[in-house]
T-cell receptor, first 115, second 115 residues
Framework: EPEVTQTPSHQVTQMGQEVILRCVPI?????FYWYRQILGQKVEFLVS????????KSEIFDDQFSVERPDGSNFTLKIRSTKLEDSAMYFC?????????????FGSGTRLTVV | AQSVTQLDSQVPVFEEAPVELRCNYS??????LFWYVQYPNQGLQLLLK??????LVKGINGFEAEFNKSQTSFHLRKPSVHISDTAEYFC?????????????FGGGTRVLVKP
């Protein structure tokens, strides 16, 4: 069964450093998403991406965040200057459309710890 | 705007007993509904989904859910739980397949199965 792959599984970074979280969505999917889950809390939407541009973003997704699909297969989330409150599990998701819409497939997540 | 409410934050249940997890949604348009399971320290796995058709949806691991449009509910049930069903369960909704249509999650229900 096709999977969404996220790397790394765990990243520790110092406050103020830049981090890039990587995702490889399912190959025939067209819509890509990033979500985050702070420990013990609900899963929160960050951003959606389609046709090489952001479709929608939440209030959380401020100027410190950016997304990119650099090479047609990877989908990355960059945090420019990490804060302690960015510590969370970050999930990438992708989905198809029409007959290929079976729902949203999530990766296993990247646990980001900012120290 | 779409929203999801999971009425129970925690549900303790004995092994082999039935369980029902409640989910209500709010939306002004037709929706697609999902249940995801998150085992400890793992990612989000799709349990089942309602896209259209029969309102009774069967998923993996013996779970099923019923879509009730008049009550805007999508409750999840299992007739007999196992210890391995201990996990957090998330109900989620999306308003369609248009670009940017994100998945909105409820707050989650933690199920603890006791021997």
């Amino acid at each position: 069964e096709p999977e969404v792959t996220q790397t790394p599984s765990h990243q520790v970074t110092q406050m103020g450093q830049e981090v890039i979280l990587r995702c490889v969505p399912i190959s025939n999917h067209l819509y890509f998403y990033w979500y985050r889950q702070i420990l013990g809390q609900k899963v929160e939407f960050l951003v959606s991406f389609y046709n090489n541009e952001i479709s929608e973003k939440s209030e959380i997704f401020d100027d410190q965040f950016s997304v990119e699909r650099p090479d047609g297969s990877n989908f990355t989330l960059k945090i420019r200057s990490t804060k302690l409150e960015d510590s969370a599990m970050y999930f990438c998701a992708s989905r198809g459309e029409g007959d290929a819409f079976y729902g949203y497939t999530f990766g296993s997540g990247t646990r980001l710890t900012v120290v | 705007a779409q929203s999801v409410t999971q009425l129970d934050s925690q549900v303790p249940v004995f092994e082999e007993a039935p369980v029902e997890l409640r989910c209500n949604y709010s939306s002004s348009v037709s929706v697609y509904l999902f249940w995801y399971v998150q085992y400890p320290n793992q990612g989000l796995q799709l349990l089942l989904k309602y896209l259209s058709g029969s309102t009774l949806v069967k998923g993996i691991n013996g779970f099923e859910a019923e879509f009730n449009k008049s009550q805007t509910s999508f409750h999840l049930r299992k007739p007999s739980v196992h210890i391995s069903d201990t996990a957090e369960y998330f109900c989620a909704v999306t308003e369609g397949q248009a670009a940017g249509n994100k998945l909105t999650f409820g707050g989650g229900t933690r199920v603890l199965v006791k021997p």
